[in-house]
């Protein structure tokens, strides 16, 4: 906290400090989850991708208990999991030839 308030410039007082550390603690993140989500983000995307208002909702909360990656595909709901298969096929496969994400990485090393 010392090297990012001296790298900003900012006189971290014990008043600021505090403030500092209970923002950043797991309890107030989690109290005010949806400060840290991205449904902004999925709102603003969702015509585009072809989702329904209030349809698919899945949790996009970035306060997870523990930190860190959480969770895997195996996570993620089957009507979800279809709607990206359908998309990746659309915008992947039909124009790039990629039939996964695996491929798509092996040709992204090939290129450098």
Known sequence: MERIAAFMDVELDAELRAQ???????EWMSSHDSQFDDHFVRNSVRDKMGLEKGGIETNIGKVRKGGGKVG???????????????????????KAGLPDYSAMRTAAQTRK
């Open 20 to 26: 500092t550390l209970e923002l950043a603690s797991f």
């Open 72 to 94: 895997g595909s195996k996570d993620i709901p089957q009507e979800v999991r279809a709607l990206l298969e359908r998309r990746w096929k659309d915008a992947l496969m039909k």
